[in-house]
């Protein structure tokens, strides 16, 4: 109830937020300001129920298949500019995209014809995908980052979540000979019977063995998933992000986003970007004045770049005052964001908009302020979580289960 009334507040309209099936065929990129990429590859060994995500099971032909008119896409997007553009990073998710191996050389290439990358290139990968080859490989082809979706050591966990038995020793071997730039691992909290110490050893086995970053995130019970798993109270899901923070923090690590913490300030995100394009059945791309998504079903991206249109399934056109919201969303997740930022990207104040909401979170103890810039505290990071977990039981669960039953919906309100 808090949580709906709050989006009434900060939007000032009681109106749902509407995606309809119409789109652009010219998507004005050039002249923003750090600019990401993203490229989905739904390609799986194993479908894990838990998983919300576009996907499916790998078979070699369909990938290619898939990946040719993947690259149309890219095409289709970068001839839109007879010049290149700067972008920041490149990112890999999926699905597995390490399945891909011998064909991102080719998607990179053709990202590389119409942008060039300043801060690397990151992709996913499976603890299967962690051998000496595999990592060589992505290596020669200019992957700096990589995450390692390891989701808990334990096995009392991985069979919870029906997942293989993550090998430690080999994982420990392995980076040890392909060193990145970023190594994060990621891991799953808030599963039924975990404790401080089952999440506490995780992290301390991650960086022990060759992690620089790590992503704790939280499991949500998506409506339209098989899995069985409940996740833990409220209460106890505070009370365990309370204790991890402060462990974490005392313990001298950087903390990137509400999520994320790392050795030596590396970082690992492809979500917390002010603009970023996606290629890929479901990938999302978000633009000044609007957020595409493309559609989830792989024979209709196909169908659609055949005939040199867009996949775009639905877009919404935003507010003023909506984008304001989303730019300070995702600027938060970092746990960080200034009116200096925020001022130069919408040419307008920051206080203006939202200084009563400022003044509030400061009382509330959600944030503090230094001389413009705001950090988020403790007890503000997990309240921003808790309003991201309704935000994607809310928003998120709707549109995913709708999409994935129609690969074009006429409109969606949320």
Same mark, same amino acid.
């Given at each position: 109830?808090?949580?709906?009334?709050?989006?009434?507040?900060?939007?000032?309209?009681?109106?749902?937020?509407?995606?309809?099936?119409?789109?652009?065929?010219?998507?004005?990129?050039?002249?923003?300001?750090?600019?990401? &990429?993203?490229?989905?590859?739904?390609?799986?060994?194993?479908?894990?129920?838990?998983?919300?995500?576009?996907?499916?099971?790998?078979?070699?032909?369909?990938?290619?298949?898939?990946?040719?008119?993947?690259i149309r896409?890219?095409?289709?997007?970068?001839?839109?500019?007879?010049?290149?553009?700067?972008?920041t990073t490149?990112?890999?998710?999926?699905?597995?995209?390490?399945?891909?191996?011998?064909?991102?050389?080719?998607?990179?290439?053709?990202?590389?014809?119409?942008?060039?990358?300043?801060?690397?290139?990151?992709?996913?990968?499976?603890?299967?995908?962690?051998?000496?080859?595999?990592?060589?490989?992505?290596?020669?082809?200019?992957?700096?980052?990589?995450?390692?979706?390891?989701?808990?050591?334990?096995?009392?966990?991985?069979?919870?979540?029906?997942?293989?038995?993550?090998?430690?020793?080999?994982?420990?071997?392995?980076?040890?000979?392909?060193?990145?730039?970023?190594?994060?691992?990621?891991?799953?909290?808030?599963?039924?019977?975990?404790?401080?110490?089952?999440?506490?050893?995780?992290?301390?086995?991650?960086?022990?063995?060759?992690?620089?970053?790590?992503?704790?995130?939280?499991?949500?019970?998506?409506?339209?998933?098989?899995?069985?798993?409940?996740?833990?109270?409220?209460?106890?899901?505070?009370?365990?992000?309370?204790?991890?923070?402060?462990?974490?923090?005392?313990?001298?690590?950087?903390?990137?986003?509400?999520?994320?913490?790392?050795?030596?300030?590396?970082s690992y995100?492809?979500?917390?970007?002010?603009?970023?394009?996606?290629?890929?059945?479901?990938?999302?791309? &978000?633009?000044?004045?609007?957020?595409?998504?493309?559609?989830?079903?792989?024979?209709?991206?196909?169908?659609?770049?055949?005939?040199?249109?867009?996949?775009?399934?639905?877009?919404?056109?935003?507010?003023?005052?909506?984008?304001?919201?989303?730019?300070?969303?995702?600027?938060?997740?970092?746990?960080?964001?200034?009116?200096?930022?925020?001022?130069?990207?919408?040419?307008?104040?920051?206080?203006?908009?939202?200084?009563?909401?400022?003044?509030?979170?400061?009382?509330?103890?959600?944030?503090?302020?230094?001389?413009?810039?705001?950090?988020?505290?403790?007890?503000?990071?997990?309240?921003?979580?808790?309003?991201?977990?309704?935000?994607?039981?809310?928003?998120?669960?709707?549109?995913?289960?709708?999409?994935?039953?129609?690969?074009?919906?006429?409109?969606?309100?949320?």
């Amino acid at each position: 109830m808090l949580t709906t009334l709050g989006k009434i507040w900060l939007t000032r309209s009681t109106k749902p937020f509407k995606f309809t099936n119409e789109y652009d065929s010219f998507l004005p990129y050039l002249d923003l300001d750090s600019l990401g &990429l993203y490229i989905h590859i739904p390609f799986c060994k194993k479908l894990c129920n838990f998983c919300p995500y576009c996907k499916t099971v790998y078979n070699k032909e369909k990938c290619d298949k898939y990946i040719d008119y993947l690259i149309r896409e890219i095409e289709l997007v970068g001839k839109q500019y007879p010049t290149k553009k700067d972008v920041t990073t490149l990112y890999f998710g999926g699905g597995s995209p390490a399945l891909a191996l011998d064909r991102l050389s080719d998607i990179i290439n053709a990202i590389s014809k119409y942008f060039s990358i300043r801060d690397g290139i990151g992709i996913e990968l499976h603890p299967s995908d962690v051998n000496v080859d595999c990592l060589q490989g992505l290596k020669s082809i200019g992957i700096t980052k990589i995450s390692i979706g390891i989701q808990s050591f334990q096995n009392k966990f991985q069979n919870i979540l029906d997942r293989q038995i993550v090998d430690i020793s080999s994982i420990s071997t392995v980076l040890s000979k392909v060193n990145f730039e970023t190594v994060s691992m990621d891991f799953i909290f808030a599963l039924p019977g975990q404790n401080y110490s089952d999440l506490k050893n995780d992290i301390d086995l991650a960086f022990e063995i060759g992690a620089n970053h790590v992503a704790l995130y939280p499991f949500i019970d998506f409506d339209f998933t098989k899995s069985s798993v409940k996740s833990m109270s409220k209460r106890e899901k505070r009370n365990l992000y309370y204790s991890i923070d402060s462990y974490l923090t005392e313990k001298g690590y950087s903390k990137n986003s509400i999520w994320t913490f790392s050795k030596d300030n590396s970082s690992y995100s492809s979500m917390t970007r002010e603009n970023y394009i996606g290629f890929g059945c479901s990938a999302t791309t &978000l633009l000044k004045e609007q957020f595409k998504i493309n559609t989830f079903s792989i024979n209709e991206y196909i169908n659609r770049i055949e005939n040199n249109l867009l996949p775009t399934s639905l877009t919404t056109r935003f507010t003023l005052r909506q984008r304001m919201l989303y730019y300070l969303f995702w600027t938060a997740y970092s746990t960080k964001f200034s009116e200096k930022d925020f001022e130069k990207f919408f040419s307008c104040s920051l206080k203006k908009y939202f200084g009563f909401e400022l003044k509030l979170s400061k009382i509330l103890g959600f944030i503090k302020e230094d001389s413009g810039n705001y950090t988020l505290t403790p007890k503000g990071a997990f309240y921003f979580h808790h309003y991201e977990n309704f935000y994607t039981l809310s928003y998120i669960d709707k549109m995913w289960g709708i999409m994935r039953e129609e690969a074009f919906p006429e409109k969606i309100e949320l």
